[in-house]
């Protein structure tokens, strides 16, 4: 069987963010399960805010094209989601926005469909973010993405990582390792998107 590909990002482009530390930890925790896992630093493709106007005069920013590709190459996903207002960042829905584009030719929502996929948030507030993921999880089932029951809100997350990153709270690194293990062994087992 071929090992599982996961691309891992935070929604997030804080220097310091909490959602950060977590995806990377999911990262390390998705490569323990078996998976070739890519972790992405939002910042590192920054994008305009979606603009009908731009798209139509310039088609798809490159870095917008980029993280579409990063997600048509992996088969699974692992999304640590800040909580803004009840909801998701802009950050994040702008992504999931330009991705949501097709290229002339290209099959609609074609870098989200069939994706399996797993949420975390992080925090400093009692439930973790919590609220975000469910919008998360509604929007990106519209998608046609599939994303797996077991969550992780990690609430307090200024007081939830060693410095060395790892998270000091056992149930929920074992928490995140479910979720890992989980995303990795359905995307190995469903046949890749025809
Ligand atoms: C505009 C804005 C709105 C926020 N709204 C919420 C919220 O609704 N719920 C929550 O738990 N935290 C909220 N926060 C606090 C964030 O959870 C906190 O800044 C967190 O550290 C952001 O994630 P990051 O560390 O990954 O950047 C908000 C922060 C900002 C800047």
């Not at 290209?106 to 919590?130: H, Y």
């Not at 929920?172 to 293990?181: G, M």
Request: aromatic share 4%; proline share 6%.
């Amino acid at each position: 069987m071929a090992r599982p590909t996961l691309l891992v990002f935070a929604g997030s482009t804080r220097r310091d963010s909490l959602n950060k530390k977590l995806a990377l930890v999911a990262a390390d925790a998705a490569r323990a399960a078996g998976a070739e896992v890519t972790y992405l630093d939002l910042r590192e493709l920054p994008m305009p805010l979606y603009d009908g106007d731009l798209e139509a005069a310039e088609g798809i920013p490159p870095n917008a094209k980029r993280f579409k590709e990063l997600m048509l190459a992996h088969r699974g996903l692992l999304i640590a989601s800040p909580e803004y207002n009840s909801s998701i960042s802009g950050v994040l829905k702008n992504a999931i926005d330009w991705a949501s584009r097709a290229e002339p030719g290209e099959r609609p929502l074609a870098c989200f469909q069939d994706k399996v996929c797993g949420l975390l948030s992080a925090s400093p507030g009692a439930l973790g973010g919590l609220r975000g993921l469910v919008t998360l999880r509604s929007i990106l089932g519209n998608l046609q993405v599939l994303v797996v029951p077991e969550q992780l809100a990690v609430g307090k997350a200024h007081e939830a990582f060693t410095a060395e990153g790892a998270l000091v709270d056992a149930k929920q690194q074992a928490t995140v390792e479910r979720i890992a293990r989980r995303v990795a062994d359905l995307v190995a087992r469903l046949a890749p998107a025809t």
